[in-house]
């Protein structure tokens, strides 16, 4: 069983960063493919940034490509998603995912694709 918590979000003004962290039980996090969504009141949950187990590949959103930039440590079982220059439409709760089986040639796209899931971190851009 795996289990993720997110930490870092918080009140940001519009052009501000923030960095959230998604710390990982397990001893086996550095097989695992991770995963951020992001789900604002009303709407779908969706992908924000994926990276492959061995950060060999990364997948961006067109809404955040540029701005935010997903990494690992796999000595510290921590995903960590650096998120600049904010906007208002980047508010909603931030989730960390993991999926345990994964090939290292492709990235992870949707939900349904990941089978753990922290609890979210709320992030708020403020205008």
């Known amino acids: 069983q795996v289990q993720l918590v997110e930490s870092g979000g918080g009140l940001v003004q519009a052009g501000g960063s923030l960095r959230l962290s998604c710390a990982a039980s397990?001893?086996?996090?550095?097989?695992?493919?991770m995963g951020w969504f992001r789900q604002s009141p009303g709407k779908e949950r969706v992908i924000v940034a994926s990276m492959t187990w061995s950060g060999r590949s990364t997948y961006y959103a067109d809404s955040v490509k540029g701005r935010f930039t997903i990494s690992r440590d796999n000595a510290k079982n921590t995903v960590y998603l650096q998120m600049n220059s904010l906007r208002p439409e980047d508010t909603a709760v931030y989730y960390c995912?993991?999926?345990?089986?994964?090939?290292?040639?492709?990235?992870?796209?949707?939900?349904?694709?990941?089978?753990?899931w922290g609890p979210g971190t709320q992030v708020t851009v403020s205008s």
């Open positions: 995912a993991a999926r345990a089986t994964a090939t290292n040639t492709r990235t992870y796209l949707s939900k349904d694709e990941y089978n753990y």
């Open positions: 397990g001893r086996t996090f550095s097989t695992y493919h």
